[in-house]
């Protein structure tokens, strides 16, 4: 009966994805296909799982243990029936109704990465995003996916929120990792840098990032691993992150 509900309620995937498949490259069989693991439901990953999760991935799964308050509103994608509830519970909610594809899985667990590798979840994904603004956590996660070999995707904001970037660290062993774009991250204490906020960078630095994570899964080529944008002025620029030597979190296991 469920599988009868779904055919009737979703449209033929030759249709939905029709624009998609006219792009140079595409491969949305290998998009349907793709479990991405995303770090973080607020304001850098609710927008970029809502791009995510209408690509018609095969599976979303969201960590953060946070709760939605009444702040998140202006700038998170949740609404005033969604304030005291777990974030990633309530961003799968309406995740739900958002999806593209009737075969996209979306799992929503209320911890933090390092909880829910401490509670065993199996990390059998193909990419990870991370928007998280816990530079622990951030180390954390560029150690732990390299030892896994799964390439993941960081974005983040400046403490005045007029900056934003999109890292991709590769998966293969002789690429830079985050420590090598930002080597202070590997020992910064810092755990929430986020000040003053609305939805303007999350939302410019979800498109970038869900254009990384389109190089990562099918032929849209780039020549960047690090792009960043000032808003106040409009200039970005984008680079190849080189390898540093002696590299904190590229040298040290786990």
């Known amino acids: 009966m469920r599988r009868l509900f779904l055919e009737r309620r979703f449209p033929p995937p030759e249709e939905t994805f ?11 069989g290998k998009i349907s296909s793709t479990k991405l693991l995303s770090v973080g439901a607020g304001s850098l990953g609710g ?8 690509m018609g991935l095969a599976t979303v799964d969201i960590l953060d243990y946070d709760r939605v308050e ?5 700038r998170q994608p949740f609404t005033v029936d969604d304030l005291g509830k777990p974030k990633a519970v309530q961003l799968k909610r309406h995740l739900l109704k958002e999806r593209t594809n009737p075969e996209t899985r979306i799992n929503a667990y209320p911890y933090s990465l390092e909880k829910a590798i401490e509670l065993g979840l199996p990390m059998n994904y193909d990419v990870a995003y991370v928007g998280v603004d816990s530079d622990p956590t951030r180390a954390y996660a ?33 690429a830079p990792c985050l420590a090598c774009m930002n080597p202070a991250i590997a020992k910064s204490e810092i755990k929430n840098g986020c000040y003053g906020a609305a939805a303007d960078v999350p939302v410019v ?7 990384a994570l ?27 992150v080189r390898n540093k030597q002696n590299c904190s979190i590229c040298t040290i296991d786990l």
């Open 142 to 174: 560029a150690r732990l996916f390299r030892k896994q070999g799964i390439p993941v995707i960081f974005s983040g904001t400046g403490i005045d929120s007029k900056k934003g970037y999109v890292f991709i660290q590769k998966s293969n062993v002789d």
């Open 205 to 211: 630095l979800a498109g970038m990032a869900i254009y």
């Open 214 to 240: 389109e190089s990562l899964l099918v032929d849209r080529k780039i020549t960047w691993d690090y792009w960043e944008i000032m808003l106040p002025t409009g200039k970005s620029y984008a680079m190849q």
């Open 70 to 74: 009444a702040s998140n509103l202006p």
């Open 47 to 54: 927008w970029f799982d809502r791009c995510a999760v209408r």
């Open 18 to 28: 029709h624009r998609h498949q006219l792009i140079g490259g595409w491969d949305q």
